[in-house]
């Protein structure tokens, strides 16, 4: 893939399903996959932005969509659906974050815990769905960037008995003053009205 800050965009060997995904900076579970080709078609695309600056995560969002609408004919809905999940919320005593110092937002989990930089807590709370397993979304109402570094063990499951870190609710609490609390979560899900697996000519 093209890194970023790139005028270019170049991927290999990209399913449809997961270009879709990009292009409107949805989750894999936020995309009602059919037809189910989507899933195993994959593609390679080269694209160039308009004008001058660099591909921004929203000028690529835009230029995929358009790109997708005219070469694939794709055509999309979306609907708000209720879902089983959890809100990360402001803990007793109040958040202990770090205020970012910069750098490239991004983040990632690890097999000890979850470390990103230069992220929103909304970003947080999209990359906590995994070690959950639900959706996640932030109504701490905290604005800014932040560096995370938490540790905990990635499978709740395992915790405590067989590891000596802490699950990811307990690190969460101590760590960073936050907590999940589980409730139905309003989702946005994409539906696919129409896709054609042979791209149309440049």
Not at 139 to 154: A, H, L, Q
Request: proline share 6%; glycine share 10%; net charge positive.
């Amino acid at each position: 893939m093209s890194p970023q800050g790139s005028r270019y965009f170049s991927i290999t060997n990209a399913s449809m399903s997961f270009l879709i995904g990009m292009a409107y900076g949805i989750g894999d579970d936020q995309l009602v996959k059919n037809p189910i080709w989507i899933e195993t078609e994959c593609y390679s695309i080269t694209a160039r932005a308009a004008g001058t600056g660099s591909l921004s995560n929203d000028r690529l969002k835009a230029l995929l969509q358009n790109l997708l609408a005219q070469r694939f004919h794709l055509a999309v809905h979306t609907e708000v659906k209720e879902f089983s999940g959890y809100a990360l919320m402001v803990a007793k005593g109040g958040p202990k974050l770090t205020p970012t110092k910069g750098g490239r937002g991004a983040g990632s989990i690890r097999m000890d815990g979850l470390r990103a930089q230069n992220i929103p807590l909304s970003s947080l709370a999209k990359m906590l769905t995994h070690p959950v397993g639900g959706h996640v979304i932030d109504k701490t109402g905290i604005p800014g960037r932040y560096d995370i570094n938490i540790s905990f063990v990635p499978d709740a499951s395992l915790a405590p008995t067989d590891s000596s870190l802490p699950s990811i609710f307990t690190a969460l609490q101590e760590q960073l003053g936050l907590k999940l609390v589980a409730q139905k979560i309003p989702i946005k899900m994409l539906y696919i009205d129409h896709v054609e697996k042979v791209p149309t000519e440049n």
